[in-house]
């Protein structure tokens, strides 16, 4: 495995000075490049990759699991002697964070990549090809920094009018927002039009769904083959290659961080990010007669027209109704848990109370024999 340099995976002036605390008190820098759930892979030069633990510390300042160290982020390492464990002692501030909800009906933030310039989104001309799975993709991107990078894969089986189609069908999700380029891994087509997001101190995280040519892709960007596996003919859909989020090294500096297929894109975002990235639906919203408009039989509803004439998609117009629902359900839930939060740390402290009255009690009997 290659050892590079810190400068060439991302370590720079303002990661410097956030660790100087650290490094005074005898800590290294590391890169987290892999997440077990129970421990930690790390990478820092004088040593090359190690495992490393948790501190207690560490763990019981994290208000939630996001705040936790994830693949991508740089970390204060003290290294141990022959056969004890390293340890992370702290966890310095991001640059980017790109999450998602946790899957399921939690309400947490899970973390997918920190310290993330690019996030490219690998998907295929098949089955796999979802414009509303984009939309909800480059949402989430959106908010995190980064910068969302569409990559159609195995475009090769393509004609001319299909790419143009989908060309003309991405315009309209992303408005320019997010670059689009289509490639082939298997026959090494467009690739080229990616160098520029790879190089010496830059981060690109890769998610896609399994089956769609992402572990080929990856292979073929760092020279590995030891992320394939076959794609199910009748499904379109493949093992899930990858079973940890990992960081790869690149021959020519940067990294990449490989993600497990994502099945289900959980939103963790605002309502901000919703109008920034349906502005032509926000706008529309804002011109409606009544401004609590719901934009269905109420009258002077520019929303409704504009569906009506067909100058705003109708698939488009739904998915921001099911994603404007998503946000306020995940906020309904958050403020809930909030909630249930509160009265369990006001129970908490009502027991230490008591207690600590019992225990005066019990010392002034002790004391005089009362």
Request: a negative charge; aromatic letters at 8%; charged letters at 30%.
């Amino acid at each position: 495995m290659p050892k590079p340099a810190l400068s060439e995976i991302g370590w720079n002036a303002t990661f410097e000075k956030a660790f100087k605390p650290h490094a005074a008190k005898g800590y290294e820098p590391g890169l987290i490049v892999q997440d077990n759930k129970i421990s930690y892979l790390a990478y820092t030069p004088s040593i090359g990759y190690l495992d490393v633990i948790l501190s207690g510390k560490v763990w019981h300042d994290a208000e939630t699991n996001a705040d936790l160290p994830a693949v991508g982020d740089w970390v204060a390492l003290d290294l141990a002697e022959e056969d004890e464990d390293s340890v992370i002692r702290a966890r310095l501030p991001r640059r980017t964070c790109f999450s998602r909800k946790v899957p399921g009906k939690g309400t947490e933030q899970q973390v997918i990549g920190a310290n993330v310039d690019t996030v490219m989104l690998i998907t295929a001309p098949d089955a796999d090809f979802n414009l509303r799975r984009i939309e909800r993709y480059l949402m989430i991107v959106s908010r995190s920094g980064a910068a969302p990078v569409i990559v159609i894969n195995k475009s090769e089986t393509l004609t001319e009018s299909e790419r143009a189609e989908i060309e003309t069908a991405l315009v309209e999700v992303t408005e320019s927002a997010a670059k689009v380029h289509f490639v082939s891994a298997l026959e090494g087509l467009g690739l080229e039009s990616l160098s520029v997001y790879f190089g010496p101190g830059k981060a690109v995280a890769c998610v896609g769904s399994s089956g769609v040519g992402k572990s080929t892709l990856i292979n073929t960007l760092t020279g590995g083959d030891e992320w394939t596996a076959e794609v199910n003919e009748l499904t379109g859909k493949g093992r899930h290659t990858t079973t940890w989020r990992t960081v790869v090294f690149l021959k020519n500096g940067g990294l990449l961080i490989d993600n497990p297929g994502i099945r289900e894109i959980q939103m963790w975002t605002d309502e901000q990010s919703l109008r920034d990235h349906f502005h032509d639906v926000d706008t529309l919203a804002e011109t409606c007669k009544f401004h609590d408009c719901k934009h269905g039989t109420d009258a002077g509803c520019r929303v409704r027209k504009a569906l009506e004439s067909g100058n705003l998609n109708t698939k488009r117009f739904e998915n921001y109704l099911c994603l404007e629902d998503e946000i306020a359900e995940l906020k309904r839930r958050q403020k809930k848990r909030q909630m249930h939060l509160e009265k369990v740390n006001k129970r908490e402290k009502r027991r230490i109370h008591r207690n600590f009255e019992d225990r005066c009690e019990f010392d002034d009997e002790e004391r005089y024999g009362r």
